[in-house]
């Protein structure tokens, strides 16, 4: 199968990253096409930051469409634009975050989150709730490590990362733990090692859903709230959505 | 007072309706500047077209903040971007849903929503949820009218809008009831005369709240979630956001 | 507009500091008549108080309806009474614990509570559930202030009520206070000063609420549970009911 | 032991028939006091009868302390001032809408309440929450007998009242009844008998939780939230409060 | 009436204990009989000894059936197997931890529950979540003490409990306290004359409850889903249940 | 990997049925071992079969751990004994239930679940609940179909169950539909083209699960609620878990 593996800010390293920890995740007979938007931010750290990127990460969706993937990933922990991506799409579309706390609940009774700003506490919050997985989250810290200083991850910045997931274990009681950021990824097997307890990242967990569906012949259901938009006219900027 | 009232689709003919409604519940010494993006689509009926006129939308907050207004609205029953908005604005943002929630529980034990397209009840299920107001509503109706029939509303519009009106009095026990779009601003009057409820029209309820606000001195809290961006590069389209 | 504005305590002093602050955020077309039961507590501070001021209450809402008032504001935390009298009254009737969650909610993320004595902590904690704000509350906190010692308020005691708003502030994550006693009406704008985020003054919202209805041509639907009460007789202290 | 059983509102006739359900059910060790305020409504049908009744019946409370009770039982669905007579009183006090929640807990998947009027549905649903039995209980149906109705019951309110049980059993998924006023205790026995499932009349259950607490020598906890209230300064009709 | 005490575990300590317990609380009419299945573990301390217990239980059930006896009593903190006793009971069913849950709610506003092992705290939050009473539970704390040291209970073992027991009160706001295991009955006397709250044993509220239900006649609604299971066969060492 | 698919129920021809579409759904590289307990109940229809199921079923549970599987599935949509088999199990263990919610939530906004008798509608309410996906489900539907009846599947049972389909899509907003009963494992396919929306199949959903969480190299969490039981002394018919 092949899957658009959507990094939906504007970071090159970023992109290569998440593909890397994904194609590592995936079976061999699946292909991840590692794909960001040209349009946006360089990170999502903010409601703004995610409202920007959400109108420019649809245009990706749209590409892998055109491509006819099989799945499409969205790999930001706030799972931005998830349904109106599904919306437009006609196959399954994923984000890190739900994915993440899917598996995570198979194999913890609470499991935690670890993220990025603090500022983005809201939206994982909103997630969980969501998704319905609040009352199996032992709490979401933020480590206030900025996403691009997770391109290249220094040793004091995985320091500050692993004293978070320790407090989560040991203070929240966690038992296993959810990376917030897809600029984690690479840092799942080193933390697992240390810490002793499942770490799930939700690029992989993505990618592995999505293989789960492809294989069982599921799709978005299209006749129902994730219908395709009715045909209407765009202006300005958007004007190639009139098409 | 000036108040920025932003209609987030591109349709004209809303705009004037929008403003023309604002400027009959504002007292006189408010001045509504009514706006809207140069870019996105005509009409909002699906999280997709949510997301691409939340983008365009910010534009329009940006622009007002420029012009130093004292408030902005978002007239748009989603109240689509309402956090990144007022992220960006150092005056106050409210999204005519919530302010429509809010007057509506005050005269009423539980308030019902007449909306448009069934494929927006999930929007408004979660603004419901997100301002904490689902216990009070005794349910949202769609009446599959589409947002742009409603510049000119026709007879048998109105009709059937009027009909689903009485079924949430009557059979769901609404004893108000909340417009679910801004373009029926201007049919208050006539369905509060013949229905003998509160009609509640969110354009209205949030020009009174803005003033309430700027009468109180109150403004945005700038210092915790609703603190400005951090400052990062945007590419492509989104490059004016640079500056 | 005429607003009966009731203190449903019997303290005289109580009634003029928050006529002052209720004047002094009315529009100058409003009248504010401030008004007090002749019988009850001289201060709400537990069930027991609010059941005997609350029968009190009511009889201060059939002045307020003889004399024609557009509106009736409760001005006491706890909102005592208040469905008893929306069923009486024919124009809106506004609790100040309610108006002041609305209008924080427009203004920060998360608001805090401070109040006076531990022991009305479920009183707010009812009230955010009865109107939906639970989830918007970082959190309601006591100072342990005994109401009467609000109606002069001594250095040492403002400096304790300062003290536990900065712990809402700063290990609750409020980001706006809202003032649990309409007793300290009077403090809101030194506090504003300098804590620097929006303070809430129950009192001022509700009037602000009451006028924004008003010029709506909002008033509480009759028709249904807010609905005037069956005639019955009524015994011993309650016979001027029977009228 | 010595049970006060309140009828919180002024008919003679109810009160009779309250204590006759009361001492069917106690044990012949119990002694059933049966008493009523002087003040207040001849029937609890609103918000507004309640909050009268409310004051009036923490006279009632006052007695029975001084006449040294064991318990308290307030015998009317609302469980009105069941708080402010926990603070007041040294021993249990007990509301029968709660007693008969626990019971029917107790002896079905699901139960139903049949009460009275339209009107007091929403003090139903508040005490189901308040307690809660929300999830346990299949619904709340109104009868629109007026409570004064179920003082000499006639034939055809019984068929009415049974019409509305068997909609609860049948159409809701009901599998025990509680009786939603003190005024239909007397109507238990023929009820379970013809419908063949646990029917609950909360005076019955009352009396027993009032015997089960007495047995275990448990008493209401007088130092948190239910402590006794601060002495203050009562006016007007109030005045007895000041002693 | 004769109530079979069900001690769900196979130490003969234990069941002795909950007897005494037990008999101390009943009224003179009722006859205790106390049993344990001749099956399963010592202890009831992890999801497994519980689902192991759970099968074994349900023969002391049968046993019970066949004796007509009036009520069954489950006495272990978790309640297990309470639905599907009911199922084959003719007469109620009553577990400890609702049964205590019931009696704390009438005489404290917050109730703690103290209970043995940590790991042991899902089944209690799950238990105050099926019964409706989270809201009024202050928390629940463990004390590590393993289940069958609580047999014969040394100095240390009761200092610990106790200091969890004040940890409740006082840094929790508990006002009463449940006892979460069967085995601490016994200490029920000591621990309210030294910490001053009601302190409630569910063996004892379970007693009264059952004596209750007993007195009104009530038993389980057996049309519904607490109906008697289809007959089917069983195999292996669960033949015996294909008579 | 291996993976240990645990039919509950003794019957031979739903374990040999619940294998077959497990095999159909593995990847060429999963080897599943069917198995089903010695002990206990033919189906599982009440909480009492589920109770008796359950403890046999960990036997199978620990003859896979010996045997060295790399995962357990439960395939019972009651997902029986489950935290108790994780407590025991080395390897992840996967309620069919709790696999398809997932699966389901991810290629349609509200899923309807489809199931057997009314009397396991609790159970599949409480797994929504457990799970959290209680907001994403339009409604638990039962056939009244009796298990065994679907070893072999009649023409007149499978119009049933399509036409209870067609309910939870057409009255209920269903967008993909959720087989109830491992049992219906082998109609997917055939009500997927006729009804032309996603349908779940829990046994599918958990094969893809296990691959899922195996490649991934996540395991349970063994050192917090889901670590060993304590070691313990059991008696009679469980003598041999003293091993």
């Known amino acids: 199968m092949r899957i658009n593996l959507i990094n939906p800010n504007t970071c090159v390293g970023m992109t290569e990253k998440i593909a890397d920890s994904a194609r590592a995740a995936a079976l061999s007979s699946t292909e991840i096409i590692a794909s960001m938007p040209k349009d946006g931010p360089e990170s999502i750290e903010s409601a703004f930051d995610e409202v920007i ?3 420019a990460l649809l245009d990706v969706i749209k590409q892998g469409e055109e491509n006819k993937v099989d799945a499409h990933i969205i790999a930001c922990f706030g799972d931005p634009a998830l349904d109106a991506a599904r919306e437009i799409a ?3 579309v994923i984000g890190i975050a739900g994915a993440a706390f899917q598996l995570a609940s198979l194999v913890a009774y609470r499991f935690g ?11 994982s919050e909103h997630l969980l709730h969501r998704y319905g997985y609040q009352h199996l989250c032992s709490g979401v810290r933020a480590t206030d490590i900025a996403v691009l200083d997770l391109e290249h991850i220094e040793d004091d910045v995985y320091r500050e990362l692993k004293a978070e997931c320790e407090k989560a274990l040991f203070e929240d009681g966690a038992e296993a733990l959810v990376l917030g950021c897809a600029g984690m990824s690479d ?6 090692a240390e810490l002793n307890v499942p770490i799930i990242d939700g690029v992989c967990a993505a990618v592995k859903l999505a293989e789960s569906l492809h294989q069982l012949g599921l799709k978005t259901c299209k006749t129902g709230q994730y219908g395709s938009p009715l045909k209407k006219s765009f202006n300005g900027r ?3 959505w009139n098409k």
Chains 1, 2, 3, 4, 5, 6 share one sequence.
């Open 90 to 92: 006609s196959v399954p």
């Open 113 to 123: 989150v670890v993220t990025t700003m603090t500022r983005t506490l809201p939206a």
């Open 187 to 192: 840092l799942t097997d080193k933390l697992a």
């Open 238 to 240: 958007y004007e190639h």
């Open 53 to 55: 990127a959400s109108a």
